[in-house]
């Protein structure tokens, strides 16, 4: 499932040759994958151009201009769990799953959508829809002071996994980057927020930075369907240190990684280097043989 490291990857990928495109044609070949009515997506994309990007955790935005210059809107994509954002020259064949094409500057060239699962969604906004949208979400992951992810960690009392993973706290983290982050800061998955010490809070904060900082170094991680605006996958799935390695040994002590069920989420993590707190009850945990 793509999540900040990946979205942004596609947004400096359409930052590089989108900007200042017009949308000259948009094709809808799966209407199930517009959130909203067709036509009011029609309207309000086709003939603007682009302005510019914007991010907020894994929500991604093209900011939509018309030829007066004045603002027109948003064009807001989530990828859910399989959406996929290429170019392609428009008499490229069709991969399956493509549900949207948008024509720039009269073609060749093209943005389409593609999602096997077809969890994503593309939406035409107002700023106002959009500020909306964006205001659901806590700080992003990338963007956020240490002093804001105290302060949204402070007396909550769920798992740490699951706080991690809850985009209205901190947006932009997914199962992949919560278990890189809690392996590099030794925190057990299921620790209770409210029972992560200062100097944890400290280091949590600062191994989210990292992962994420050297995910999006090397475009993401490509695990089932993610790729890049050119079709490439990620680059950083060798460098899982957690996510997805049980059974094999550690790269800090040796030991076997471990999976464990939290929240109804797969967590990976070394049961040598992140302690299971002992003082306290764990949360919502449970061995998987
Ligand atoms: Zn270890």
Known sequence: MPELPEVETVLRGLRGCV?????????????????????????????????????????????????DGDEAGYLLLRLGMTGQVVIAN???????????????????????????????????CTRQEMEQVFGALGPDALEMTEREFRGRLNGRKGAIKGWLLNQKYIAGLGNIYADEALFEARIHPSTPADRVSSAQTKKLFEAVRHVLQKAVALQGTSFRDY????????????????????????????ALIRRMIIGGRSSHFCPRCQRRPTRYKTLGGHSVP
Request: with cysteine; net charge positive; aromatic share 6%.
């Open 227 to 254: 790729v890049d605006i050119d079709g490439r996958p990620g680059n950083y799935l060798p460098r899982l240190k957690a996510y997805q390695r049980d059974g094999e040994p550690c790269p800090r002590c040796g």
């Open 90 to 124: 428009h008499d490229v064949a069709l991969a399956p799953h493509t549900h949207v094409r948008l024509m720039l500057n009269g073609g060749p060239k093209e943005i389409r959508y593609r999602d096997v699962r077809r969890f994503g969604s593309l939406r035409y």
């Open 19 to 67: 900007v200042n495109c017009r949308i000259t044609a948009v094709e809808i070949l799966h209407p199930a994958i517009i959130a909203g009515p067709c036509q009011r997506f029609r309207e309000g994309i086709q003939g603007r151009e682009i302005a510019g990007l914007e991010r907020r955790g894994k929500a991604l935005a093209l900011r939509l201009r018309a030829s």
